[in-house]
Nanobody
Framework: QVQLVESGGGSVQAGGSLRLSCAAS????????MGWFRQAPGKEREGVAT????????DYVDSVKGRFTIVQDNAMKTLYLQMNSLKSEDTAVYYC????????????????????WGQGTQVTVSS
């Protein structure tokens, strides 16, 4: 079993920053793909950033490139999402997820690829 617990959400003005944390416990080493997803009201959950924890490869959705950074701390079993230059369209519930690798070091930003999910943390950006 893998347990994921997010924290760090909150309310911020546009242009501000937040850092989300995801604390992992349980046997997660055979699920080397980890990612951050978000779901805005009335929209489908979308992948924001993923990381292949074995070699650190990261991938981002175009809308957050240059603004968000996904970081892993293996010693602390914690995944972070540093979010800078926040925009109102970044408002959503953010979820941490873990899953197996489909092969290679690319972790797909698609919901079905991940088998473990946290409970989510709300991020609200006001303009």
């Amino acid at each position: 079993q893998v347990q994921l617990v997010e924290s760090g959400g909150g309310s911020v003005q546009a242009g501000g920053s937040l850092r989300l944390s995801c604390a992992a416990s349980g046997y997660w080493y055979n699920r080397p793909c980890m990612g951050w997803f978000r779901q805005a009201p009335g929209k489908e959950r979308e992948g924001v950033a993923t990381i292949f924890t074995f070699d650190g490869r990261t991938d981002y959705v175009d809308s957050v490139k240059g603004r968000f950074t996904i970081v892993q701390d293996n010693a602390m079993k914690t995944l972070y999402l540093q979010m800078n230059s926040l925009k109102s369209e970044d408002t959503a519930v953010y979820y941490c997820a873990a899953g197996p690798s489909p092969g290679g070091s690319f972790c797909p930003p698609t919901v079905p690829a991940y088998s473990y999910w946290g409970q989510g943390t709300q991020v609200t950006v006001s303009s």
